[in-house]
């Protein structure tokens, strides 16, 4: 069934909601700029303590460098004092003051240590073996066995970052550098993980306020912006509403000075009659448009709901159903439809038979002869739910969305139906919104459409 639908945002409650679109749409912006930022310093300020701390332990690396001859000298000399290397090794563990003892009272080493660092500096031979150490930190891991050798290379485990530097000399037969040993420098990660938890954190308060006062000022945007549509969209509701009551007297003039002369067509000759029915039926047209503006007009009005009643919402459909009968046995149309007793709503019954005289009569145009159209009432907590379906010619999926527009027809039904003005289904959804209801459509070309409404029920 490709019916004219629509109804434009007509309430407060919709420009609240396109309020409320707008401003959650500059907080996303928003929020996607102050995150990006915030990533952006943090990334920037981890970066570059890291590489602080890099320099510092390659400046670590490198003095120590410098004493590996005598280092290596004096843990050869001290290691003749074990009978295996096991012991050695056990013992090895002496830090560099202990080992250089008597020598030029240490003056030929001023390792950059930091006072309250947790840092350390290793001196490992060729084999990887451990010679001695300086500090108060040390890996427990090994040496990697596929270091680079004439590079550094950095290693992060354990909360602990390790810089090893080979150390080079020139083998005298061979003219060809060969590796001495290596220098490991290592620190304490979490200073700087400590650091950059409380930047986070400052990052994060600093975002939050940011978007509170985005969110404040966004409602003041938001609020001024949408200012000028709403005062356009009143003028022209007004118009609208002053345009329609204007039309209805000289609507009512033509129609009187056409049943004169339908009174009289004895007079008029073929032609004349032709032009004269024409005429009558262009204001028939006409009259029912200023009608369902004037319509619209009421509905987009707030609502006086003390004149509301409860209505029984089966007796509505009952007497449509009655009225429509003809209509069904005329087509051929297999009517069906399944009602619920005691099922009051809460509005105006009048308006209410708007809704589903609409549906019923746009899925009898819409519905081939020998078609079938169902009418059923569900009750769902305290919804109750009417579905008009029908084997219609359907709609497009690409129209679904304009199928509430004022005015709008699909092409399909154009060429099927050459009356209407495009308003029903924008009355039946301004109706349905006003009592707190909604209707939707679902629909399939060349199978049929199924048109929903969603009321509140009252006991």
């Not at 420009?15 to 907080?27: C, D, E, H, N």
């Not at 029903?424 to 009592?435: D, E, F, P």
Request: charged share 20%; glycine share 6%.
């Amino acid at each position: 069934m490709a019916l004219v639908i629509g109804s434009i945002p007509t309430s407060n409650s919709q420009f609240q909601a396109l309020k409320l679109r707008l401003l959650l749409s500059y907080l996303g912006v928003m929020v996607t700029i102050l995150g990006t930022t915030g990533i952006a310093i943090h990334q920037f300020v981890a970066q570059s303590i890291y590489q602080q701390l890099d320099r510092h332990l390659l400046t670590l690396a490198e003095t120590a460098a410098q004493t590996f001859d005598i280092v290596k000298h004096e843990a050869s000399e001290h290691k003749k004092g074990y009978d295996d290397d096991d012991k050695y090794e056990q013992n090895s563990a002496k830090n560099i003051t202990n080992l250089m003892e008597g020598y030029q009272n240490n003056q030929f080493l001023n390792l950059p240590i930091l006072p309250n660092h947790f840092q350390g500096v290793e001196w490992f031979n060729e084999k990887h073996q451990l010679l001695v150490k300086e500090g108060n930190l040390f890996p427990n891991w090994s040496l990697d066995t596929k270091l680079i050798k004439a590079e550094s290379s950095l290693i992060q485990k354990d909360q602990i970052r390790s810089l090893i530097l080979p150390v080079m000399y020139v083998n005298h037969h061979t003219g060809k550098p060969q590796i001495a040993g290596y220098i490991r420098a290592s620190e304490s990660i979490q200073p700087l993980e400590l650091e950059l938890s409380h930047l986070r954190w400052g990052l994060s308060l600093g975002g939050i306020f940011a978007l509170i006062l985005t969110g404040l000022g966004g409602v003041w945007l938001t609020s001024q912006a949408i200012r000028p549509v709403e005062k356009s969209f009143e003028q022209l509701k007004q118009f609208t509403s002053d345009a329609s009551h204007e039309l209805r007297s000289p609507l009512t003039v033509i129609k009187t000075s056409l049943d004169i002369l339908e009174s009289h067509s004895e007079n008029l000759d073929l032609q004349d009659r032709k032009k004269v029915n024409a005429i009558a039926h262009s204001a028939d047209q006409m009259t029912h448009l200023v009608e369902d503006l004037l319509l619209l007009a009421k509905m987009e009005q707030p609502t006086i709901t003390k004149t509301w009643i409860k209505v029984p919402l089966e007796e509505i459909l009952e007497d449509l159903i009655d009225e429509l009968e003809i209509k069904f046995e005329q087509n051929n149309i297999n009517f069906k439809y399944y009602l619920l007793a005691n099922i009051f709503v809460n509005g105006d019954a009048l308006q209410l038979k708007r809704i589903f005289t609409n549906l019923l009569e746009n899925a009898l145009q819409y519905t081939p002869i020998d078609g079938e159209i169902e009418l059923k009432m569900q009750s769902i907590k305290e919804q109750i739910i009417i579905t008009v379906t029908d084997s219609g010619i359907g709609i497009a999926k690409t129209d679904l969305d304009h199928v509430f527009d004022r005015f709008w027809r699909a092409d399909q039904a154009r060429e099927k139906r050459s009356g209407g003005m495009g308003m029903g289904l924008a009355i039946a959804k301004s109706i349905a919104n006003k009592h707190g209801g909604k209707i939707t459509v679902t629909s399939e070309l060349g199978v049929g459409s199924c048109f929903k409404v969603q009321l509140p029920f009252v006991y």
